[in-house]
């Protein structure tokens, strides 16, 4: 059984108070202090959408009434598509979805306990992998391919996302030229322009960078891409005590702050732009400045960014399901699990990252894909909740069983044992005998297993037709 676009919100790191108390310091951070942006061209729309600009220091202010109006103007909920209706999913709310993320520079071998640099095969492999893990749902594109120039990343990314899986593709973007070649590609895989903004096959990310800012490079960017109409994610990254206050607080101000200028940004570009506030907010090893990607206080600021989001009711893109683990050992899931639940009982609606990452976001593991498919399944369980009717409560079994009797016949367990029971495809429950029977393997071995067996006959997730039409059009596609 499948879950996906359950409504979290059972937890709630913060409350109704808290809520309000950080978005009114973040009205007067922007207000007061204000926010730099170093695009000349996003600069010249906020000064037309009538914010006030000092152009020498490239810094913008806008107060409360208008961050309202524009905020206001973005979707409350966006659909991303994929390529089979079946994998789409409709952000907003405190509907939950998992997928993976990163752009990853290396791949760990848990066999030779080693890693080596991505490469473009790579991330076709893992498309056709994800493809097939039923607790992942959204395919962002977790890897970057380093025998290529930059100028070639992008559309070769993302043509490895569409041509290996069916379900929605989401990305970062590093060239202009590279935005302008991915959505002429994704309009062709969707059979016209038209077609492609009425069911987005792709979304992209823009990130702003902590604390206060968009560069030049982001800048331009989140403008080209609001004005094709594609669906776009504003992530920040502040960390605690390097790029944002040390306090969870301080940097849930910063973030909340960074990513509503993103999405103002798109809003004044083109008006409904589908557009998801985001954070990647984490804490920082003190120590060394290190980004931390398994820390709790991660799983409990995108928590908390998950209740802004509801709060400013705007989709939101969350990060969990991380470790700092090099290895797959008992970190890797702790880390993992926990904060990806803590985002998910949130409500937090796409948890990026949610699959496969490890070491600070810079290594991906195949086998980690299929035991963090087998974790978020579980953590799906956990939104889902416990359902209680007349039927669960079930007084009229429990009476008719009675004192000493049992239920293991009853048409109401064989009725609802696989769907009140998440059934697990990976996890070993077998007695002792019968695992050492079986081989004595760990989980991360069962994993390798599968990883095989999913890889195996793997096919093109694009018609051939359309795959000619995209070589045909499209320069510096690498097959």
């Known amino acids: 059984m499948t879950r996906k676009g359950l409504d979290g919100g059972s937890f709630k790191v913060l409350t109704e108070e808290s809520i309000s108390k950080v978005h009114r310091t973040a009205m007067q951070v922007i207000e007061e202090v204000g926010f730099e942006v170093q695009s000349d061209t996003a600069l010249e729309l906020f000064a037309g959408a009538g914010a006030i600009v000092d152009r020498e220091k490239h810094l913008v202010r806008l107060n409360e009434s208008k961050v309202k109006e524009l905020v206001d103007v973005a979707p409350s909920e966006i659909r991303l598509c994929g390529q089979d209706e079946a994998h789409d999913v ?19 071998n848990p066999t030779a306990n080693q890693t080596r640099l ?4 790579d991330l076709r492999c893992i498309a056709g992998l994800v493809d097939k893990l039923d607790n992942i749902h959204l395919f962002m594109l977790p890897t970057y391919p380093n025998e290529l120039p930059v100028e070639q990343v992008d559309v070769n990314r993302f043509f490895a996302g569409l041509d290996n899986t069916t379900k929605h593709v989401m990305g970062g973007v590093y060239t202009l030229e590279g935005v302008k070649n991915v ?9 016209s322009a038209q077609a492609l903004r009425q069911r987005p096959l792709i979304s992209m990310i823009a990130c702003i960078i902590s604390p206060l800012r968009i560069d030049k490079t982001y800048g331009d960017l989140l403008v080209t891409i609001a004005r094709n109409g594609i669906p776009v994610a504003c992530p920040a990254e502040p960390l605690c005590g390097a790029t944002s206050p040390v306090t969870l607080a301080g940097n849930l101000v910063v973030q909340t702050v960074d990513s509503l200028m993103g999405v103002m940004l798109t809003q004044i570009t083109n008006p409904g732009t589908p557009v998801i506030l985001g954070s990647v907010a984490t804490s920082t090893d003190l120590r060394n400045l290190r980004y931390l990607a398994g820390s709790i206080e991660m799983g409990l600021l995108n928590a908390a960014g998950a209740q802004m989001a509801q709060f400013y009711q705007l989709p939101f893109y969350a990060t969990g399901g991380m470790t700092d683990s090099k290895t797959l050992d008992a970190q890797s899931g702790y880390e993992s699990a926990l904060t990806a639940l803590l985002c998910a009982l949130s409500g937090a609606n796409f948890i990026h990252d949610a699959a496969g990452l490890m070491e600070f976001a810079m290594t991906v ?36 069983v009675g004192p000493g009797g049992n239920f293991v016949a009853a048409r ?7 769907g009140e029971h998440y059934q697990p495809t990976l996890s070993d429950r077998d007695s002792r005998e019968d695992w050492e029977a079986g081989g004595r393997k760990t989980t991360w071995e069962r994993a390798a297993e599968k990883v095989k067996e999913l890889l195996a006959n793997r096919r093109y997730s694009l018609p ?4 000619q039409q995209v070589f045909a059009e499209i320069e510096d596609i690498v097959d």
Not at 90 to 108: F, H, K
Not at 183 to 191: D, K, L, P
Not at 369 to 394: F, H, P, Q, S
Not at 412 to 418: I, V
């Open 365 to 400: 593991c195949y086998e980690k894909y299929v035991i963090d498919n087998e974790m978020l399944g579980m953590v799906m369980r956990a939104v889902d909740g416990i359902k209680v009717d007349d039927d669960t409560l079930a007084f009229d079994l429990i009476k008719q």
């Open 118 to 121: 991505a490469s473009m095969e």
């Open 90 to 108: 409709i952000l907003g709310g405190r509907r939950v979805y998992a997928g993976t993320g990163g752009t990853a520079l290396y791949v760990y």
């Open 464 to 467: 051939d037709a359309t795959r």
């Open 183 to 191: 959505i002429r590609m994704a309009e062709i895989v969707a059979g």
């Open 412 to 418: 109401h367990t064989r009725r609802f044992m696989r």
